[in-house]
């Protein structure tokens, strides 16, 4: 079976699903061409952003693929979402595998209320975005801190208000700051 009619076959099982009381938003299963696809796109060209529009393009040249029937276009461009995300969760997990050999612990609020129970500081490095400077990761000492409503904090050292959020941060890991015994 060609790659185009794949995408036929895939494209008619989503359009009997939905007749049959499917979600019109159900992106279905993910297509491991694509997949491999994708991840040559990225190692051929490793100084261009993966855009899904690139990487259509890309597959239909290597399928010797022309016009295709819109329906089946849509399907592809589906596909080649699915493949994205999972290459991103795959990043985001090797990170994470990364970060916990070198002796990082996940921040979380059992890790946090831990912190906040001993006393000590932690180091926490995470990941913050906004629309103006897009993602950046940072690695700062902060100290734990948890309001009357038992909202958690991290507070820079010195701080006695205005602290960040816990839930603020994404991909965020921390390790305990030893306390001086000598203070």
């Known amino acids: 079976m060609t790659f185009i009619e794949k995408l036929e076959a895939i494209k008619k099982e989503e359009d009997a699903k939905k ?5 019109e938003y159900d992106q279905g299963e ?8 994708n991840i040559q796109f990225r190692n051929e060209n490793p100084n261009e952003y993966p855009y899904n529009d690139s990487i259509k393009r890309f597959i239909l040249e290597r399928e010797k693929i022309g016009e295709i029937d819109c329906g ?3 399907t592809l461009e589906t596909k080649i979402y699915l493949s994205q995300q999972r290459i991103r969760e795959e990043k985001k997990q090797e990170f994470k595998d990364k ?4 002796g990082w612990l996940v921040l979380d609020n059992e ?3 831990e912190a906040n129970k001993s006393g000590k500081k932690i180091i926490v ?3 913050t975005e906004s629309i103006l400077t897009g993602k950046n990761r940072f690695e700062q000492t902060y100290k734990t801190f948890i309001d009357h409503e038992g909202t958690r904090y991290l507070m820079k050292p010195r701080q006695t208000r205005n602290g960040y959020w816990l839930n603020r941060f994404e991909n965020a890991f921390c390790k ?7 203070k």
Request: charged letters at 35%; a negative charge.
């Open 176 to 182: 305990f700051e030893e306390v001086l015994k000598n």
């Open 72 to 74: 089946i276009e849509r």
């Open 30 to 37: 993910e297509m491991e061409e694509v997949y491999i696809y």
């Open 111 to 113: 890790t946090f209320d």
């Open 99 to 102: 970060m916990l050999a070198d």
């Open 125 to 127: 490095s995470a990941e």
């Open 19 to 23: 007749k049959n009381g499917g979600s």
